[in-house]
């Protein structure tokens, strides 16, 4: 079983900065993506970042490019989000999710495994 458990959301004001982090469990399939994925209410899921597992290939909605930066360390099984300037419409929930079989990885639907969800507000 592949787990997923995300932490670091919370309320900041517009041009503010939040760092969030996923740890990965350990399960019976080596991932081949790990990204985050956001939804605000009401609307669908968004891709919004992702880095490959091998080679460290990063992806980027263009609407986070430059403001957003996506890291890993693969000993600790943890993907992070450095979330720079953010925008109120950055606000929604949060969630790590990875691929175990090479796929879209800019499509929400190619991946396989999602944590809970983090919040993250951000205010004007």
């Known amino acids: 079983q592949v787990q997923l458990v995300e932490s670091g959301g919370g309320l900041v004001q517009a041009g503010g900065s939040l760092s969030l982090s996923c740890v990965v469990s350990?399960?019976?399939?080596?991932?081949?993506?790990m990204g985050w994925i956001r939804q605000a209410p009401g609307k669908e899921r968004e891709f919004v970042s992702a880095?490959?597992?091998?080679?460290?290939?990063?992806y980027y909605a263009d609407s986070v490019k430059g403001r957003f930066t996506i890291s890993r360390d693969n000993a600790k099984n943890t993907v992070y989000l450095q979330m720079n300037s953010l925008k109120p419409e950055d606000t929604a929930v949060y969630y790590c999710?990875?691929?175990?079989?090479?796929?879209?990885?800019?499509?929400?639907?190619?991946?396989?495994?999602w944590g809970q969800g983090t919040q993250v507000t951000v205010s004007s």
């Open positions: 999710a990875t691929a175990i079989r090479p796929g879209v990885v800019r499509d929400p639907s190619g991946y396989d495994y």
């Open positions: 350990r399960g019976i399939f080596s991932t081949y993506v």
């Open positions: 880095i490959t597992r091998i080679g460290g290939s990063t």
